[in-house]
């Protein structure tokens, strides 16, 4: 039973454009969410987060957005860069993180030139 | 320099016999966590631990140990019970105040 679910395993976006990255959850008490980057055979980075008492975070060329109605959150990435292409992870948590982080499959995001 | 800690990076093991993997940090985190990635899978929780000679199971604990004898350590140990043990493990640490965990560059175990 998959609390956290990122249903596009891959996306590929051409370089300066919007890449938008989605991620849904069931758990209600989730109250916070983390993006993570990661390349392979290496740990993730953490990207950005948000907290349920707000609905948008941005951080430079980051954005994420929450949609607490809907348990939907999305990262926009813009303008995209040969760079940004790595397998981005969601994660999610309630009650200060204390028992972990629950993570989607991830999507892998390409970038083309 | 600052960080997280794994080795070794590449670890190859024969089946059941068992392996430690350590994790070393020196940002003065309380909390600990191990994570595993198999391939098209997002990260499982193992085990963690908020303070020293505390720990926790996660959602996939049985075949794994640990032990928090220091708080810069968080030794995972993979024992034979563990079924599938070939993986990527990951771990993390956070403040404990706070959500945003922070990760090491992992280790890759291979069981032949």
């Known amino acids: 039973d998959q609390q956290v679910k990122q249903n596009s395993p891959s996306l590929s976006v051409q370089e300066g454009r919007i890449s938008i990255l989605n991620c849904d959850y069931t758990n209600s008490m989730f109250d916070y969410f983390l993006w993570y980057k990661k390349y392979p055979a290496e740990g993730p980075t953490f990207l950005i987060s948000?907290?349920?008492?707000?609905d948008k975070n941005e951080d430079g060329r980051f954005t994420v957005f929450l949609n607490k109605s809907a348990k939907h959150l999305s990262l926009h990435i813009v303008p995209s860069q040969p760079g940004d292409s790595a397998v981005y992870f969601c994660?999610?948590?309630?009650?200060?993180?204390?028992?972990?982080?629950?993570f989607g499959k991830g999507t892998h995001l390409i970038i083309q030139p | 320099d600052g960080g997280i800690t794994q080795s070794p990076k590449y670890l190859f093991r024969k089946e059941g016999q068992n392996v430690t993997l350590s994790c070393e940090q020196n940002?003065?985190?309380?909390?600990m966590y191990w994570y595993r990635q198999d391939p098209g899978q997002g990260l499982r929780l193992i085990y963690y631990s908020q303070i020293v000679n505390d720990f926790q199971k996660g959602d996939i604990a049985e075949g794994y140990s640990v032990s928090r004898e220091k708080k810069e350590s968080f030794p995972l140990t993979v024992t034979s019970a563990q079924k599938n043990p070939t993986a990527f493990y990951l771990c993390a640490t956070d403040r404990g105040s706070t959500d945003t965990q922070y990760f090491g560059p992992g280790t890759r175990l291979t069981v032949l």
């Open positions: 994660a999610a948590t309630s009650g200060g993180g204390a028992d972990g982080l629950t």
């Open positions: 948000i907290s349920s008492i707000k």
């Open positions: 940002l003065n985190h309380d909390a």
